[in-house]
């Protein structure tokens, strides 16, 4: 069957399928004809499993050790169990924290940062897990840079796109406005790769000193 029919039958995107196909949990045999994918019960099947699995939060790399058999379904709920038990916990200390920086500030008792920071800084040790602002700042520092660039690429092909399709375009201008833009879109790329390894690299924790 065709990835439509798929789609609709297991209810997931397209992209989605594609993404778990490139994860290797699903092999489609290929049309030699058309190159196009088959697809059969077997894995409208295996989709099912992966939409329920990811529902209930399990890591796509444990999903493949299920596919792989590395692994019995029985022992992977079991330790997905104890693992939502434990952020269950931590998510009751921080509604806890909460209840408590609720009770304790008022207009005229304004709240002691350092008290609570330094009350979390014990709970971590003693293995609770709080939000990691760190990761999220990093998150949404790569985002701009690869969104600005997306754009810049994307304008440049659009800008040689009209230019090919121009009736009557000199050859030389032509090859010149592919040089061009090919050593311009090599460019941001380029740049790109710099400003995501200079944010991965703690330009954040640097930022934070001053």
Known sequence: MKINQVEELVGITKKNIRFYEDKGLIHPE????????????????IL???KLLRKLDIPIETIRQLEEKHVSMEDCMTEHIK???KRQQE?????????IIAKDTSHTNPLDAGKYLE???????????????????VKRSKLSPILAALCCITLFITILALIITEKDVPIFVLVFFI????????????????RLHEIEGGEIDEARKY
């Open 179 to 194: 040089v061009l833009f090919g050593a311009m879109s090599a460019g941001v790329i380029i740049a790109l790769k710099q």
């Open 119 to 137: 009350d979390m800084r014990h709970l971590e040790e003693g293995g609770t897990m709080f939000m990691d602002v760190k990761k999220q700042d």
């Open 48 to 50: 099912n499993k992966i």
């Open 83 to 85: 693992k939502l038990s």
């Open 91 to 99: 998510l009751d200390t921080i509604k806890e924290m909460c209840q």
């Open 30 to 45: 290929r049309n030699l004809e058309n190159g196009y994918r088959n697809y059969t019960l077997e894995d409208v099947e």
